[in-house]
């Protein structure tokens, strides 16, 4: 590689080096706050969003609801369902030969009528399934199973909630108070299914405390599976891939089996599942990720037959189960995430560019995490868009602080060199004509060249303004002659005094003759004022002190004065010099103080008005205020600008 190469890449690397520490720490960042469980809750939001938002799946036709309504309550007039009505039901269902019967509701105790016959069914079915609650509650309670059914007939219907309530893990096997190793209700059911295709239950093969059915491992929840951080992972649990779509399963009601209208090949060879399907019963189960009427509730019926269908649709039919990465695989997928956030500016330099590709980025992740859902990969989305969009914008403001600072910069120094002009025109050629102009108008015969210095100062004085309009256009602060930045959001006195201070610093001079000065800077208005009329009254007041220092010969005292008389502000300068006005300066005095006769003596020696003045008059017309120049007494000049100190309708 040739010098100047590897001196370019070496300067390359350390420049990405500089520009790359604020990503790098927003991406540690975001990763430790991943890590403390604060993106937990909008991981699992986002997770059920996914999941919801999947195509619709075909109904799984080989699990079977058998609801008991609202209306099969009332009918039966009591609550809890008397066991006479639970042992008809069985009996019927039998004779449709399922293969399994799940009764999702608990008979720890009789309930009579009919316990005696009900009884009697359980002992003489061997396809009937029960629940029992066998782990305890807060109050360490458990809840017993049916006593006439054995305990292979028996499985727990204990659920594994997240912080909000809902279910998003199956716990399929866990020990008791009496450390016996107890299956759940899914897990009896779906065992019972598979083997009638001979396909038995087994312990897992990567992991010998999974379940496994055939050539099928369960996968196991960890405790920072997925979006998870710190989760409870006692027992056995799997993720629940709820199955989408509206009508996932076959819904019948007590009364359509007691009439028996149903048809028979809904049952023959299907797992049927038993349970309350009323709100009245609180019989409920909660999931952000299946959509229905009441949005986020479901019936615990409906959720035992999601959990089931899960099983037995991934051993039979390869349906995917809901897996996650190694906590490595998901740390390098944030890391690459936060530095393609990082790189937008490296490639993209305009603001814009940046912005839309920033937004193809975001949706990027999203999609990939979607279609990763579909094929039963849990993938990190939310720290993934929090490290783009904070890199990504960040990197904006970086971009346009960076342009900001660079555009400062060019005007700075176009500052300079406009600046360089203006003085070099002002003190040179500028001044010296105007003296020249005043000797001649002083002789009794004015020369014949006096038109052409006349013209001449025209000219040269609209090349001073064009000069110095770029200056006042350009700048984005007001810099004074001592090159002290002021920013112009501060209070206009204060902005005013440090006017004020840094021209009397000036070397000018008749400043150097002034003994006593009377200064005032009281609080001004300016809730109506925009930047650049703040701009324009700091310049005035430092042009009102130049004139001082250059043309008040002698002068021992100044007034300056900024404050509110009545509903009107002014600024007002006046010096007690020995200065004779000016050809531009009698002209305002003429007008300030409206004299026919002065005026007239006047207008023989007319000259353009001075630039300054011009000025102070457009600023005046801008605030609606009047701009004056006028002799003080009993020497000396004053030069004012006063202006509402109420808002113009027309502003």
Known sequence: MKPDRWQAAKTEVTTWRRGSLPGLMVIVAVMMTRLSGALQFLELVAFDRFLRLRPPEPMDERIVIVGITEEDIQRAKTYPIPDRDIADLLKRLQTYQPIAIGLDIVRDIPVEPGNAELTSVFRSSKNTI???????????????????????????????????????????????????????????????????????????????????????????????????????????????????????????????????????????????LIGIMSFSAKDLASSGAIAGINPGRIYGVEMQAHATSQIISAVLDGRSLIRVWADGWETLWIVVWGLLGMSLGRFLHLPWKILLGLLIASISPIAICYGLILLGWWVPIVPVLLVLVLNGTGLMAALFYRHEQELRLRLEERQFAIEQTFNAIHSGPLQTLVGILRTAQEQATPPLFLPELQRLSHELRAVYGSVQRDAIADEPHLRMGSAIELALQAPLHELLYKVYSNTLEQELPYLK??????????????????????????RFLEEALCNVGKHAIEATRLTVICTQEGDRQVIRVADNGRGKLSDTEALNSAETKCDKEITEDINSKLQPSGLGTQLAKNLAKQLGGTFRRYPNQPRGIVCELTWSAKRRWFW
């Open 130 to 272: 029960g629940v029992e609650i066998a782990l305890p509650d807060r109050n360490g309670f458990t809840v017993e199973p049916p006593p006439a059914l054995p305990s292979e007939q028996v499985g727990f219907a204990d659920t594994v909630l997240d912080d909000d309530g809902y279910q998003r893990r199956s716990l399929l096997g866990a020990h008791n108070p009496q450390q016996d190793y107890r299956y759940s209700f899914t897990i009896e059911l779906a065992k019972r299914y598979l083997a009638a295709r001979k396909i038995k239950l087994g312990s897992g093969i990567r992991d010998q405390y999974a379940i496994r059915f055939g050539s099928t491992e369960l996968t196991r929840v960890q405790p920072n599976s997925g979006g998870y951080v710190g989760a409870d992972a006692n027992g056995n649990q799997i993720l629940l891939n709820v199955r989408s779509g509206k009508l996932p399963f076959r819904v019948l009601s007590l009364s359509q089996i007691k009439s028996g209208k149903v048809n028979p090949d809904w049952i023959r060879g299907k797992i049927v």
């Open 513 to 538: 003759t002034i003994k006593f000065k009377i200064v005032q800077f009281d609080p001004l208005n300016t809730s109506h004022l925009r930047l650049e009329h703040k701009r324009g009254l700091c």
